[in-house]
């Protein structure tokens, strides 16, 4: 998978790099970003293996990094990212999505998401796409449901021995997703583009 910059009025998702582990480590130094992940980067070291890691799966094609650039603030404030492509079966996972505090509660996560929903049903082609998170992150939990995803169910212990919760959308439900988020965005103040 072969992603551009993916940009709307707010923010740039930009495909990540080495070089971005410095200011991806500034931006989550709140330990409440780190409550309620099944990892806890605490240092720049940690971040450069977190950074790496994301690479690495870029690599193998099964992964694509990208950081959050905020336009309003004019620095990187998290990341997200495609992971588990799976490209005979048209579908993947949009996941490992973290931000700083002070764009929680803004338009910042729903145009990521709406800009990566787009991508993937309209130029990747996805017929489906899962979002996953916690049991225990019930603001993540949240999130996915405002942006029109359907709950499954729970997956046991499935990473680093943690209970998550399955919510997906399919090809057939975007266009009526698409117009929802694209209203919630411009009732943001931020026409979607």
Same mark, same amino acid.
């Given at each position: ?6 940009? /709307? ?68 404030? /998290? ?73 499954? /169910? ?34 943001? /103040?931020?026409?979607?583009?």
């Amino acid at each position: 998978m072969i992603v551009n910059p993916l940009e /709307g009025s707010r923010v740039l998702l930009i495909p990540m790099e080495d070089s971005h582990a410095e200011a991806l480590y500034q931006c989550s130094r709140s330990p409440h970003i780190w409550e309620r992940l099944p990892v806890k980067v605490q240092s720049l070291e940690q971040m450069k293996e977190f950074v790496a890691q994301a690479l690495e799966g870029k690599k193998r094609g099964d992964e694509f990094p990208f950081v959050v650039w905020d336009k309003s603030q004019g620095r990187i404030v /998290g990341t997200t990212r495609y992971l588990r492509i799976a490209a005979a079966h048209r579908n993947l996972n949009i996941g490992w999505t973290w931000y700083s505090e002070d764009v929680w509660r803004t338009s910042v996560n729903t145009e990521c998401k709406y800009l990566l929903l787009r991508h993937a049903f309209e130029q990747w082609g996805a017929v489906r796409v899962e979002l996953i998170t916690t049991t225990v992150h019930s603001r993540s939990q949240a999130a996915i449901e405002r942006l029109g995803a359907v709950r499954e /169910g729970v997956l046991r212990q499935k990473y680093n021995g943690m209970d998550y919760v399955v919510f997906s959308m399919i090809d057939k439900e975007w266009p009526e997703k698409k117009d929802r988020l694209e209203g919630m965005l411009a009732g943001a /103040g931020r026409p979607a583009t």
